[in-house]
Every structure is written in structure tokens, then in C-alpha cells.
């Protein structure tokens, strides 16, 4: 049986803003459920989360698969959009004017 005191002490307990954990996930997902089956007031707010929650998975599945793609890789490639390269190139460039220096 679920024990909503327990999740939430899970998530108090356990939760980094470094790591998502399927504990986390499950009981964010056992509350949600929970709080229709008591017709909690704030299942909206639990339905966002719930919502959160669904998004960081697919993030992380996305990423999952392009880290094994980069693996495969013998000589790994990671795409930069031409603008980003530009854009740090001009952004260093910049940087580099204000500097002194300090061996003078």
C-alpha cells in the first residue's frame, strides 16, 4: 500500500538539484494520484509537477541516447551551431580588450 508520509519524506530527504532519482519520480507520481483519489485542492499543483516531471524524463532520455551515440564514436564529434562559435569568438575577443597586463 502506499504511504504518502513516507514519499514525501522521500522527497525531502533525498532530493539533489544534481540528480533525479526514480524514487523521486515515482513518488511524485503516487501523490499526484493520490491527491485526485482524495479530491485534494492542490492536485493542480501536483499535476504541474507531474507535468515537470515528464519533461525531465524525456530530457534525460534524450541526452541518454546522444551520450551512447558520442560513445560509439571513435573519434566523438559534438556539433556547435556556427552562430553559438561566432558568438563565443566575438565574446572572447572582447574579454581578451579589457584585460591588463599585469607583467608590465
Do not use: H
Not at 15 to 41: H, P, R
Not at 64 to 87: A, F, L, M
Request: some cysteine; aromatic content about 8%; overall charge neutral.
Amino acid at each position: 500500500m502506499f504511504d504518502l508520509e513516507t514519499a514525501m519524506f522521500d522527497l525531502e530527504t533525498a532530493f539533489s538539484c544534481t540528480e533525479i532519482k526514480t524514487k523521486q519520480i515515482n513518488a511524485l507520481l503516487q501523490i499526484w494520484q493520490e491527491s485526485y483519489t482524495k479530491d485534494c485542492e492542490d492536485s493542480y499543483a501536483i499535476g504541474a509537477i507531474q507535468d515537470m516531471v515528464f519533461r525531465l524524463l524525456k530530457e534525460i532520455e534524450t541526452l541518454g541516447k546522444e551520450i551512447k551515440k558520442i560513445k560509439g564514436q571513435k573519434k566523438p564529434e559534438i556539433n556547435v551551431c556556427s552562430k553559438n562559435y561566432i558568438d563565443a569568438l566575438s565574446k572572447a575577443k572582447r574579454l581578451r580588450k579589457e584585460f591588463i597586463d599585469a607583467t608590465k
